[in-house]
């Protein structure tokens, strides 16, 4: 078997927000991997298309700094499972590997007083075959 090597380095993926999208905004992007925060799934995805974001951070004295990035983390909101649910995604989730194309198409109102918009997604992805493992239920 031929010997593999990995390296890596601890590298800001920023979060895009529910600000951070409007309507028509896409983009092209293949899943690095997924992380929890607070039982939450998130992604980190390196982008293809466009090769680089300008994405709005929020700095440690709370004011906002634009940063050019071309890997982010993409957070679970309510649109985005929505839209995996209706892609027939497998378990609903994104795995290592897929290849997306992330779409708004807009925010709904929120229905309740103090909750954000939700954003709704078209989403497109394309996933190598993967071998059906019983255990961990993909």
């Not at 895009?16 to 992380?35: C, P, Q, T």
């Not at 799934?41 to 071309?70: A, F, I």
């Not at 309740?112 to 709704?120: C, E, F, H, L, P």
């Amino acid at each position: 078997m031929a010997k593999q090597t990995f390296s890596g380095e601890t590298k800001e993926a920023p979060f895009l927000s529910a600000d951070f999208w409007e309507e028509g905004k896409s983009f092209k992007a293949i899943v690095n991997g997924m992380f929890e925060v607070d039982g939450r799934k998130n992604y980190t995805l390196s982008l293809l298309t466009p090769h680089e974001l300008s994405v709005p951070v929020q700095q440690t004295d709370g004011t906002t700094e634009e940063v050019e990035t071309n890997v982010v983390s993409l957070g679970e909101s309510a649109g985005l499972r929505m839209a995996f649910l209706d892609a027939r995604i497998p378990n609903g989730l994104l795995l290592a590997g897929d290849r997306l194309v992330l779409t708004c198409k807009g925010k709904t109102p929120s229905k309740k007083a103090g909750q954000s918009d939700r954003v709704d997604f078209r989403v497109v992805v394309e996933r190598e075959n993967v071998a059906i493992d019983e255990e961990v239920g993909f």
